[in-house]
């Protein structure tokens, strides 16, 4: 079983930070894409933020210009600098390890809630 600790989350007023952290098995990090996604109550999971193996990245629209994921492979975890936060992004966040055959783990969730 693949175990991914989030930490990170909290409390935070519009317009402020919050950096998400992301530990993964160091065994199969370096070869696996990382990724964060959120989910609200009543909708779907959504993609946040992804980083291949190499350090290629994608977002989503919502968050493009404000969130930034990168990695840091001798320490085995993937980050989420969340900045010019809003209220709308008050979800639940999710941690995602994807192993190169394409098998997914997710970790446990940190609550992130962006008051206005």
């Known amino acids: 079983q693949v175990q991914l600790v989030e930490s990170g989350g909290g409390l935070v007023q519009a317009g402020g930070s919050l950096r998400l952290s992301c530990v993964a098995p160091g065994y199969i990090f370096s070869s696996s894409a990382m990724g964060w996604y959120r989910q609200a109550p009543g909708i779907h999971r959504q993609l946040v933020a992804s980083?291949?193996?190499?350090?290629?990245?994608n977002y989503g629209d919502s968050v493009k210009g404000r969130f930034t994921i990168s990695r840091d492979n001798a320490k085995n975890t993937v980050y989420l600098q969340m900045n010019s936060l809003k209220p709308e992004d008050t979800s639940v966040y999710y941690c995602?390890?994807?192993?190169?055959?394409?098998?997914?783990?997710w970790g446990q969730g940190t609550q992130v809630t962006v008051s206005s």
């Open positions: 995602e390890l994807r192993l190169p055959y394409g098998v997914g783990y």
């Open positions: 980083i291949t193996s190499g350090g290629s990245t």
